[in-house]
């Protein structure tokens, strides 16, 4: 199965007055074709920022200090603005959280839609806009909507446009950064149904993010926890929500409704740690209840402990 993407030990810094904030700090996994990788954590532990850096966007003042991304066999860390252009939308697109904050309100949403097909494919309006409308029935919605303007759409509908747009040059990695913000649990439903859709039929690769595991579970076959912008603990979907190793993802889990077994639900004690000077060895040892010495002292590195299933903790690291 061919590798979509492969990130080694990326590491994207913010630089600001108050210090340097070290949101992913050295971060490595793989997205094999078809794959869709769950990215989950707290907020703050840079899942977002992940994605950006991926696409080539990340704001300032942040900027990629360390590692590698490849995309399709293209490493994009060395890439010129004017390149990464050419990829954005066509190799990898991304649906980013709050669709309203990203349609522009006073465009048509058929002219936004048509930019990205004249821009790449340099097709005239009319083709553009015929492929636009074609687009938006395979994702339930009416042609007419090329005609409204955004603040004339549901939340509902607006998140289904932006990952049409997402969609429209087939690109081989759809990033989706917390795709059910804000909306009402009917819509939330449709819009899981729909990438659920697209990951069995179309085999679309994703990178899906959020801080929701319940969401993670209903389409992602691999899934990476964060916290405090490292990848805590790697594996399955299968592994992490039966046999999940870390004491951070164990609190997650267990922090999960469920309608299956009745249990008292539990949180994790503590906030995460400010990333401008996180605390030495593990960054979690502070909140952890099984934190010994070595925990305080060393940063644990990320091992495999079975086959496709790997985790930072000091539990399973022989001294």
């Not at 590698?68 to 390149?83: A, H, N, P, Q, Y």
Request: aromatic share 6%; proline share 6%.
């Amino acid at each position: 199965m061919a590798t979509v993407l492969k990130v080694e030990d990326l590491k994207v810094y913010y630089f600001t007055s108050q210090g340097t904030v070290k949101a992913v700090d050295g971060i490595s996994f793989t997205i094999d074709e078809g794959d869709v990788l769950g990215v989950a954590g707290e907020s703050g532990s840079g899942k977002s920022t992940l994605g950006y850096a991926i696409l080539g966007l990340v704001p300032p003042p942040g900027k990629i200090v360390g590692g590698r991304i490849i995309l399709d066999g293209i490493e994009i860390t060395s890439l010129s603005e004017d390149e990464l252009r050419k990829i954005r939308w066509s190799k990898v697109s991304m649906v980013f959280q709050g669709a309203l904050n990203i349609l522009n309100p006073v465009l048509r949403i058929g002219d936004q839609i048509a930019e990205i097909l004249m821009h790449h494919k340099g097709l005239s309006k009319k083709e553009a806009l015929e492929i636009a409308a074609q687009h938006l029935k395979l994702l339930g919605l009416s042609p007419d909507i090329l005609r409204r303007y955004p603040h004339e759409l549901s939340g509902g509908m607006k998140q289904r446009v932006v990952i049409a747009m997402a969609l429209l040059l087939k690109p081989r990695l759809v990033i989706v950064d917390e795709p059910t913000t804000a909306l009402d649990v009917v819509i939330q439903a449709q819009i899981m149904n729909l990438l659920k859709q697209l990951k069995e039929q179309e085999r679309v690769s994703m990178m899906f993010i959020t801080h929701d595991l319940s969401l993670i579970a209903e389409v992602a076959n691999k899934i990476a926890i964060m916290y405090a912008g490292k990848v805590v603990e790697l594996g399955s979907a299968d592994n992490i929500f039966e046999r999940s190793l870390h004491p951070y993802t164990q609190g997650l889990i267990r922090s999960i409704p469920s309608l299956k077994h009745r249990r008292t639900l539990t949180w994790i004690p503590g906030a995460p740690p400010d990333l401008r000077n996180p605390p030495p060895g593990c960054r979690f040892h502070p909140r952890c209840p099984y934190a010994m010495d070595v925990c305080k002292r060393e940063e644990p590195l990320l091992i495999d402990v079975e086959k496709g299933h790997s985790v930072s903790c000091w539990l399973y690291i022989k001294k």
